[in-house]
Nanobody
Framework: QVQLAEPGGGLVPAGASPRPSCTAF????????MGWFRQAPGKVREFVAA????????DYADSVKGRFTISRDNAKNTVYLQMNSLKPEGTAVYFC?????????????????WGQGTQVTVSS
């Protein structure tokens, strides 16, 4: 059983660089990859970024490549999403997810555990 907590979020101006985090709480220590997804109003949930257990490999959606950076601190069981030059179309609920396998995935079905999501609203 894994629980994910995502503090932060809120209203930010366009061009801001928020850095939401997600901490995993689990009974049994596992070496799982983690990812970030987002769901904008009226749209399906989409992949944003993912990182392997070791942090040695990352993957990004084309829409955020070059602007967002995913990283993790395994000592804290926490993953971060540095979002630079945020645009109004970045307004969405951002979800973190964790899987048991150490290899990252860009698909929703690839993750068994999900956080509640944190709302990020970008004002123009």
């Amino acid at each position: 059983q894994v629980q994910l907590a995502e503090p932060g979020g809120g209203l930010v101006p366009a061009g801001a660089s928020p850095r939401p985090s997600c901490t995993a709480f689990e009974r049994t220590y596992s070496r799982g990859a983690m990812g970030w997804f987002r769901q904008a109003p009226g749209k399906v949930r989409e992949f944003v970024a993912a990182i392997t257990w070791t942090g040695g490999s990352t993957d990004y959606a084309d829409s955020v490549k070059g602007r967002f950076t995913i990283s993790r601190d395994n000592a804290k069981n926490t993953v971060y999403l540095q979002m630079n030059s945020l645009k109004p179309e970045g307004t969405a609920v951002y979800f973190c997810a964790r899987r048991s396998a150490p290899i990252a995935s860009s698909t929703l079905n690839g993750y068994a555990y999900w956080g509640q999501g944190t709302q990020v609203t970008v004002s123009s």
